[in-house]
Each structure stands twice: as structure tokens, then as C-alpha cells.
């Protein structure tokens, strides 16, 4: 078979194309290729690199290969690495528990409710999606006068209505409670809108059926749109694991990572402020690196995980 | 009923008595709910600019007045005309700095793009997958090293330290290449029979065919740019220099329970967004909703 297809048709372009490389392509994807390659590939070796050193950016001079110690500080009981960092990323987990519940239930409530497609429905769910397009310091700023002790709204409401108020922003378990309410005012939107679009997926006809069938609005929340919502509620749920994981600006500007621990830390401190600390104000910027790896790692495997579990159960 | 029933091949079952009636409580019942929680997600902004028109006096006042007793623009005035909070000079910067990263943030992704898209090349598909791989990579762990990289270049409190490194994503590279990849290549194989070169094929065949994407990625580029805070916060330290963020975070710090210049900061780093929102919110929502499509 193969002599008698036209040899010289199917060889002649491949002569031409092996001689001359054409480099289009390549001047294409450059630039982006170049901006990557720097601030994506090369810093990722580089870190590593710089998480084996003391490394201060401001005294170069004081720059020395100490190995494993920035990884061992953060083994050993007794250190200060050790003590802020692991609970900065206790404060991190707990933040992820308070929030994430939050971040899955009101976006679904919210999506069944625009999903009634009730005239004028599109503007409320401009609304409801309209904080997730501001600046997390503009949200953070906002809350953080709101939960004033003195002045703020919340608690102008509270006393008015005979409730004596805590101090917000000082006092546990109250830090959490102004950080996660702040979190889900600000990003419950987001998982709206994919709630939302998940939802419109569902065929009109299958609601029909189990109408037809005598299924009441309950049944065929729990019979048809849940199961069928799954894959997107196994998405958001990674996905708001991980963005709760990032935590930085709420706290940051809310309650400066405090109220203070007696064994050091702050008891709002999550691990992002941990590392930003650590490199940027105690400028062990090696330390530093350090921790963002064994952070990174320790994320990564979990969304390994994740993705494991998700591919083996669909 | 007989004689609609044709052509309505889905008719609906008969309406039970009181369903009429019975629909409207249903709707008056959806509209309260809709309209309380449009108040929870509105009364904040609100509380934001009422007390950022507030004189000093009413911030702490006994009663809570949503609509201020007294309008004034002292705390825009003040902060405006404080040297050590130049926020006029943070809302230029922070134009500059979101603008220049989208601008060239299109180019330099849609060149790439198209490319992975539509060109045949080896190492095509070993540098595609190392793209997608960084994707699964927490953005921290490159804080430490990149911050070194920029403040080795000279980059400091300079606005390339900020605008260079927010082209190395691959989000928009990814968004675009997909888009590509859905538009039929006819009219760009009829250009290129023409005589059309690569980058003509390119710029005056596929970029206008592929408007609407780039209009989504314009939009969330210049809203993430705009309202980035940590590496701006990092790179930019010259108060001249600052982006309104962490402008915001420096007014913070300069007028302690100023309650009044700190909203109407964050005022005037929340009305561009808020009307680029209004404005151009379905491309915002697409882009969103996209993104959890494709999570499955």
C-alpha cells in the first residue's frame, strides 16, 4: 500500500519544513515566553536556592550557605520559627473551616433564588456579585470600621439593642467572626455566579418530569439539583479551600494578625502574613523562602489529593 | 384550552385553583427576600460613603444617621491636599500602572496564544504543559525570589517592577488560546492563500474575530491590577509612587481613627471599579462563569 501513495506529495513538505526552521512561531510566543521564564521558572529554582541561605536583600555583604537550617528551625520545637510558624498555619486551617461552609451555602441560597428568574432578577445578582469586584483593602478597610468597638455600626446596633458588644477586632473567638463575615460579604459572589451558571445548565424538562411524577420543590432539590450540581460543588469547594488558604489582606488590615498569644503569634495570623513577616519586616527573607515551600508543598499535595479523589469518583 | 393546545406541544398541566393567587405570594415573597439581601450586600458601601461626607463631629454621634445630618467634603479635601497622603497622585499611578498591564498584557498574550493555538512547532506541546503546570503553584512561593529579581534589576520603587512581572501569567494565555481554538480557521487560510504574513493574518483576521474575548480579559486584568495590594506594597515604597491600595493601608496608618479621610480613600478607590463594573459587568460574569464551567 505505502509505495503506491504519491511518495513525492507527502515527502516534499516535510523536506522543506526540516530545512528551514520556521522561528514565527517562536517570535510569537517570546515575549510572554521571556516574562515567564523570569518571573515564573527562573524564581522557582531561585527560591529554592535561597530558602539554603541567610539571605537579607539589604545587607548582601551578610549572605551565607547554611543548608538545611532555615527547613530544620522549622522542625524544632523551641525555635521562633517554629512556634509562629506552625501556628500561623493552625490559624490558617481554622480560618478555612469557619469560612469555607459559609462560602459553599449562602453562594447556592443566593444562585437558587436568581435561578427563579423572577423579573428584574439580573439586577440583583449584579448586587449580590458587585463587592467581589473591589480591592480586598477597600473591603477590608470598610469592615474594619464597621466592627469598631467604638463608632462601628455593628455594635452601635448591638447596644441600641440591649446586647452588650464585644470588642470585634481584639477578642477571640469575635476576630474570626468580623474576618470570616467580612470574607463572605466580600466573595460569596463569585461562587454565585458559577452556582448560578450551573444551575441554568439544568435542563427545564427535568423539573418537568418529576413535577409530572408529583415531586414537590424539596424533593427535586435534593432528587435532581444537587446531585446533578455535584461536579460544580466539588470545584468551588477546592477552589474556596485554597482561596480561603491564601488569606492575607482581612486580617492583615482588620486585626494585624492580633489578638497576641501568650506563646507568640497572633491568634488571627495566617500563614501568607507569617511569610510576608518573616521576609519583609524581620527581612529573613531565606527563612522565608523556606516556609513558602513547605506551605507550597503542603498545598500542593493537598490539591493532589483532591484532584486524585475527583477523577477516581467520576 | 383545546384550541391553544397545538401549538403548545408542552402544554402545561391545568392551573389548580389559586394558583394565580398563589404565584403572586410566591413572588411577593421572592422580591422580600431579594430586596433584604440586596440591603446586606448595599448598606456597607453605603455606611462607606455617608461617612466619608461626614463631618468629624457625626462619626461617633449617638444616633446612626445613614443619610448625613450635614453634607461635606472636608475629608476628600483633606486628604487630597495632605502631602503625606498623596491620593491624587496614588489614583494617577494606580491608572498608569492597570493600564499598562492590560495593554500589554492583550499583546503580549494574544501573540502567544495564537500561536500555541495555530502554528505548528516543535516544542509546541513541552512548553504548553510546563505553562499549565505552574498554574497548580501557589503564588507566594515566588515572593521571596521575585522580589530579589526586581530589586536586583534596579526595579524598586519603580513602576516596571510592577508591570513586568504581572505579564507572566498564563491565565490570559490559556483564556485566549481557548478562544482560538473555537473560531474556524477558513478565514485566516483565505488570507494566508492571499499572501497575508503571519502577523497580518494574525492582527487583521483573528484579533477582530476575537473582540469579545479580549474585551473579558481586559476587564479582569485591569480590575486585578487595579486592586492588587501585596506586591505593589512590596515593590512601590516611595510614597509618590504608591498604588491606591496600599495607599489605603498608609492611610490607615497616618489618621488614626480619622474614620471620615479613610472612607472617603477607600471611596475613591472603589468608584472606578464600581463603574467599570456597572458598565461592562457581563464580560465580568462570563468570564467567572466560564471559569467554573470548565472546572468539570
Known sequence: MATTVQPRETSAPAVSRRRRLNITPYLFILPHLLVFAVFVGYPFFNGLYISFLQYDYLRPNNTQFIGLQNYTNLFTPGSVQYQVYWSSLGNTVEFVLYSVPFLIVIPLGLALLLNTRIRGSNVFRAIYFAPWALSGAVVALLWWWI???QGGLINYYLAS????????????????VAIVVCTVW????????ILLAALQDIPDYVYEAAAIDGATGVQSFWRITLPLLRPVLIFIVITSIIASFNLFIQPFIMTGGGPAQPGGGGATEPVMVRIYREGFERNLQGSAAAMSFVTALIMIAFSYANFRIFRERT | MTTVAPERPFAEPRPAPGTQRSKLIRNIVLYAIMIAVAAVFLMPLLWMLSTSLKPKSQWFSQTIDW?????TLANYERILGNPSTPIGRWFVNSLIVASLVTLLTLIVDSLAAYAYARMEFPGRRTIFALLLATLFLPGMMFLVPNFITVANLGWLNNFAGVIVPALAGVFGVFFLR??????PRELEEAAHIDGASALQTFAQV???LAKPALATLAVITFLASWNDFL???LVLKDRQLQTLPPGLRTLQGAYTSEYG???AGATIAAIPVLVIYVALQRYIVRSVATTGLAGR
Request: positive net charge; aromatic residues 22%; without cysteine.
Open chain 2, 67 to 71: 443619610i448625613p445630618r450635614t453634607v
Open chain 2, 231 to 233: 506586591w505593589p506594597l
Open chain 2, 206 to 208: 483573528a484579533l477582530p
Open chain 1, 186 to 193: 466580600w466573595t460569596s459572589g463569585f461562587n454565585m455566579i
Open chain 2, 261 to 263: 479621610q479613610m472612607m
Open chain 1, 161 to 176: 439593642w440591649g446586647v452588650t458588644p464585644p470588642r470585634w477586632l481584639s477578642t477571640m473567638p469575635w476576630a474570626w
Open chain 1, 147 to 149: 466592627f469598631q468597638s
Open chain 2, 178 to 183: 481557548q478562544f482560538f481554538n473555537g473560531i
